[in-house]
């Protein structure tokens, strides 16, 4: 299974990698929304996680561009520290199929995602 | 579509509850989490949202129930203050499908919601709210007398209406004027929110405020009771300040400190401010606690602590408060009763005009002061010769 993920901090994306690459995902990283859609057409994940708040492009201009323009259903799962209920509500508008607010643990994340996998594996 | 919602605080259902039906969705609602589960059984729901710390039966049993004994995949969603990584790994093992954790905003929880099992088509959608569920449940004792005139209504409605988890008890204390019309007609269609508890007689703000919180602390889904001037002297977003220390902290009491300070506005009268300072030396003699503010009326406590408190009659009718800790000195000892007691700055303190209290009152409490520390006193010696009593009778 194949793993973006987008953050616009380094520290917040190594961990991840390294928990997910140890669980056996191919896991690309990326701190640039913009490059972030350019490894969306090259990478073709099974999966993305992104960040919110994010400089050039934030984490739901990435999400809307995704669904809306190039009609993607790739299950996206927020990570963000933005608790902001209308940026959440937003989220789930344009489709994102979780929205994690940091902290939380790599365990969580890695029960989410494979609770998402089996979801999407049943419907 | 059907959902049914169990958590064992009535005040983080109703909400949530009032909002789903109003985006269409069959709501039931249910405390207790045996019944909660013949619910299950009997409403065949489209979508189960279930606390996780209950007595009885917690929520990730009723997970188990469903998915390993029911062997049924209706989705269930999480709704839980408790932020343990095993709980919520636990939880996703068991099948659950999301883990929503408090606080959040109804408008998060239906979006989740609507994700997870979609929504009905509604030909009226109504507005968003913004409306947080919390992790905990608060009682708010507000003393009144003679409040007709000058009873905020207005804040205090408009307070409970945003913010879920607050349950107030305005303590109607034997008012000459209308205060309790007024009551009733600022808790009429909220009256799963607000209390009005009636004396008929004027026994003083001591005692309205204790027969309050032990009328508060019957009610079991509260985690927290306080007080708080009618006035809004200390205003309710300031209060939940103190209630965000104490649910963050195993203080048993935090206490609204008047201290004026940059980036705060307090205001005092400079007459009172004199007066304070000389009061404050005695107490702080009395308690042999460093307090710098005992009397303000902005008060939380852990529900542990209230029959301690506030099981007998005070004293005094203006410094309770120190009554208070006095109690609590007595009965855990004066390092632990320290450990407990936190003194919160407040951000706000304004001294509204009309308030009951004159400077020649306040030379009054100096008074009430020594009769505090004689009859605490001679309580400590009454208990000492009691134990000493007991120890001869053995």
């Known amino acids: ?123 | 579509m059907k959902i049914l919602a169990i958590d064992d605080q009535q005040l983080v259902l109703l909400p949530l509850q009032k909002r789903l039906a109003q985006l269409g969705y069959e709501v039931k609602i249910e405390t207790n989490s045996l019944k909660g589960i013949e619910l299950f059984n009997s409403f065949d729901p489209d979508l189960v949202i279930v606390d996780v710390n209950m007595p009885i039966v917690s929520g990730l049993e009723i997970v188990k129930y469903i998915r390993e004994i029911k062997k049924n995949q209706t989705p269930i969603m999480v709704l839980s203050g408790n932020t343990n990584d095993n709980t919520i790994t636990e939880g996703f093992e068991l099948g659950i499908d999301d883990y929503m954790k408090k606080p959040l905003s109804l408008n998060e929880i239906c979006a989740r919601v609507k994700r997870l099992i979609g929504a009905p088509e509604l030909e009226d959608a109504t507005e968003n709210s913004d409306v947080m569920i919390q992790e905990r449940c608060v009682g708010v004792v507000i003393p009144c007398y003679n409040e007709e005139e000058r009873l905020l209504s207005k804040e205090f409605t408009a307070y409970i209406d945003k913010n879920s988890g607050y349950h107030l008890c305005f303590v109607n204390d034997g008012s000459k004027d209308e205060t309790l019309k007024v009551l009733f007609a600022l808790q009429k269609g909220r009256e799963d929110f607000i209390t009005v508890y009636d004396c008929e007689k004027n026994g003083g703000k001591a005692e309205a405020v204790r027969l309050g919180m032990l009328h508060m602390a019957k009610k079991e889904d509260l985690d927290y009771i306080g007080f708080l001037d009618a006035d809004l002297s200390t205003d309710l977003a300031d209060f939940d300040d103190l209630v965000k220390t104490i649910e963050n902290s195993d203080f048993k009491i935090v206490s609204g400190s008047r201290i004026a300070r940059m980036g705060a506005n307090i205001t005092k009268e400079s007459a009172r401010k004199i007066i304070s300072l000389t009061i404050n030396f005695i107490i702080r003699k009395i308690l042999s606690m460093d307090f710098k503010d005992t009397q303000c009326g902005a008060k939380i406590f852990h529900k542990d602590v209230i029959e301690i408190a506030f099981n007998k009659t005070f004293v005094t009718q203006w410094i309770f408060d120190v009554e208070i800790f006095k109690r609590m000195t007595h009965h855990f000892g004066l390092k632990s009763a320290k450990a407990m007691l936190c003194e919160q700055p407040l951000k706000r303190w304004i001294h509204a005009d009309g308030s009951k209290l004159s400077m020649k009152d306040s030379i009054k409490i100096i008074g009430q002061l020594g009769q505090i520390a004689w009859v605490y006193r001679s309580k400590k010696s009454k208990n000492k010769a009691a134990a000493a009593t007991e120890l001869n009778l053995a």
């Open chain 1, 1 to 123: 299974m194949r793993v973006l993920a987008i953050d616009d901090e380094q520290l917040v994306l190594l961990p991840l990698q390294k928990k997910l690459e140890e669980l056996g995902y191919k896991v690309c990283i990326t701190i640039d929304a913009i490059k972030g859609i350019e490894l969306y057409d090259t990478f073709k994940p099974d999966l993305i996680i992104v960040d919110i708040n994010m400089p050039k492009l934030s984490g739901i201009e990435f999400i809307k561009h995704l669904r809306t323009i190039k009609k993607s259903s790739t299950p996206i799962m927020v990570f963000s520290g933005n608790t902001s209920a209308d940026i959440i509500t937003e989220g789930f508008k344009f489709g994102i199929n979780d929205y994690m607010i940091k902290p939380l643990s790599l365990n969580e994340i890695y029960a989410r995602i494979k609770r998402l996998n089996i979801y999407f594996q049943t419907y």
